[in-house]
């Protein structure tokens, strides 16, 4: 993202709007200290958690600079979760997501994190929120079939799964099904940002997206489906064929608004809207930036 296209998505966020100078002051202030001292630094998150942020992490910094980076998905994760319930984080990166649903929810999750390095900082933040018995962290790739690829490993939030020839660091990993890691468990929500691998673990996790447990899923559909010869249109009509529908989502309003098509980046797709308003509608306040969701 340019230094202007930053700018403007910082000045426009909904956490934003009546603190853009504050936004833009955290910006440049981060932008100076993390030359200054490149090193990890924990940050608060929410009232109930932490992140370890440092240079070069940029959705992690997102969160610092704003609350929360993908306000929509992030809050509705934080209004649809119970303290015990199973979130299931595919692609959890350093664990924005996983933070927010077993440091300040209490919830439990499955954590997947291909990336080694990124790995490593997913754990640092599952111990500094003292939460690793609710979290089972998983350094793999997903997909339809279980065994070895490629993965890129110096793509920050871009790290993916490599097919044919790449100019890219890569490191084999080994791969399995979200079935097979489950192994029956049911999750109430996934989250799956896998940078265009979104067709492969969605074959892989037939019996996951059958279970009527599962109320709701924030997958990134953004086009780079197409560096795999997929189409996005295809994963979306997948998750309609699972009873599963598109929906944006006003955090202040708890409300939700039916969708005729994916978005742009990430989307929340949705099955039992009467459980899943109810749940949005009844959630406890999040207080972030002394501000209340």
């Known amino acids: 993202m340019s230094l202007l296209n930053t700018l403007k998505f910082l000045a426009n966020h909904p956490l934003s709007t009546d603190r853009k100078l504050q936004t833009i002051c955290r910006f440049i202030g981060w932008q100076i200290s993390s030359r200054l ?3 990890p630094v924990i940050y608060p998150f929410t009232v109930k958690s932490k992140l370890i942020v440092q240079k070069g992490m940029s959705g992690a910094t997102g969160n610092l600079y704003c ?13 649809l979760l119970r303290a015990g ?60 079939a279980a065994g070895v690829v490629n993965f890129t490993t110096s793509l920050d939030t871009t790290n993916h799964v490599v097919v044919g020839e ?35 673990v969605l074959k892989g996790a037939k019996q996951t997206l059958q279970n009527e447990s599962l109320k709701g899923i924030i997958i990134e559909l953004n086009g780079l489906s197409e560096r795999y010869g997929v189409e996005n249109k295809k994963n979306h009509e997948a998750l309609l064929g699972y009873g599963f529908h598109p929906y944006t989502y006003d955090p202040f309003k708890k409300a939700l608004s039916k969708c005729d098509t994916f ?31």
């Open 263 to 293: 978005g742009d980046f990430n989307t929340i797709y949705i099955r039992d809207t009467a459980f899943v308003t109810d749940r949005l509608q009844t959630a406890d306040k999040v207080y972030l930036r002394n501000q209340a969701i």
């Open 67 to 79: 609350g929360l980076h993908e306000f929509q998905d992030m809050s509705f994760l934080l209004h």
């Open 166 to 200: 790449e100019a890219a660091d890569t490191v084999e990993i080994s791969i399995d099904t979200l079935d097979n890691v489950l192994e029956h468990q049911s999750p109430i929500l996934l989250k799956i940002d896998v940078e265009g691998f979104e067709t492969e």
């Open 37 to 39: 001292t490149p090193y």
């Open 85 to 144: 319930d199973l979130f299931v984080d595919v692609g959890a990166n350093v664990g924005g997501y996983t933070v927010l649903a077993s440091a300040h929810v209490e919830a439990e999750t499955i954590a997947i994190e291909p990336a080694p390095g990124t790995y490593a900082k997913l754990l640092a933040n599952i111990r500094i929120n003292d939460m690793s018995d609710r979290v089972h962290a998983l350094n793999i790739a997903l997909g339809s």
